[in-house]
């Protein structure tokens, strides 16, 4: 069982956005006769008062306060930047950002046939220049049925790629490395067909 005295320890004072809102942890406890964790944060600015939400809503809020973060940090304000780092976090950013926007799949040739944007070419960058777990994540696209299959691998890459400080650090620290809008590899787009019959 988790330690609510380590968990308080690790988060107090910890500043996160919950519905556009900014708050720091001041309290985490257990609900009697509710087998959960819930964390009460404090509003940094009037009139927010306390709010106490569920472990699960902390970490996201604190996910995405991550990503933010991340973002504005190695995101170039045009093209890929001249880091490793910089490609990294601009191809996913392209890849999470068309998928929550516009439904568009890194492949739509044999799993998901969603989509009407192609972003083969960031997928095989990602494929090619970063981690073995990072390729291991994304052969799974061949096995997504439904959009929560596909939700839960662009977690998982995110977490492996774009949540993982160490690794930008060390990217950051390398030149790019070929270019993520041209880059051939076993991720494909195939152009949907107009199902509309033809007028004349």
Not at 23 to 51: C, M, Q, S
Not at 78 to 93: C, F, I, L, R, W
Not at 158 to 166: A, H, I, Q, R, S
Request: net charge negative; proline share 2%; with cysteine.
């Amino acid at each position: 069982m988790t330690d609510i005295n380590e968990l308080y320890e690790e988060f107090k004072g910890c500043e996160i956005d919950y519905n556009c809102r900014p708050y720091k942890v001041v309290d985490v406890h257990a609900k009697w006769g509710i087998n959960t964790i819930w964390f009460l944060l404090e509003g940094l600015r009037k009139p927010y008062g306390h709010v106490e939400i569920s472990e699960g809503d902390f970490y996201y809020a604190l996910n995405e306060k991550k990503k933010d973060d991340v973002i504005e940090k190695y995101m170039p304000r045009n093209g890929e930047g001249e880091t490793k780092a910089s490609q990294v976090v601009t191809a996913m950013n392209k890849l999470i950002y068309k998928w929550w926007n516009d439904g568009d799949v890194f492949d739509n040739t044999k799993g998901l046939k969603e989509g009407c944007n192609d972003l083969s070419s960031y997928a095989n960058w990602l494929y090619i220049h970063t981690t073995e777990n990072a390729r291991a994540i994304m052969d799974t696209v061949y096995d997504c049925k439904n959009d929560d299959d596909y939700d839960v691998l662009l977690n998982n890459l995110g977490d492996e790629l774009l949540l993982n400080t160490e690794l930008l650090k060390e990217y950051e620290k390398m030149d790019k490395e070929g270019t993520i809008y041209k880059c051939n590899g076993m991720f494909k787009f195939e152009q949907p067909v107009d199902d509309e019959d033809d007028w004349y």
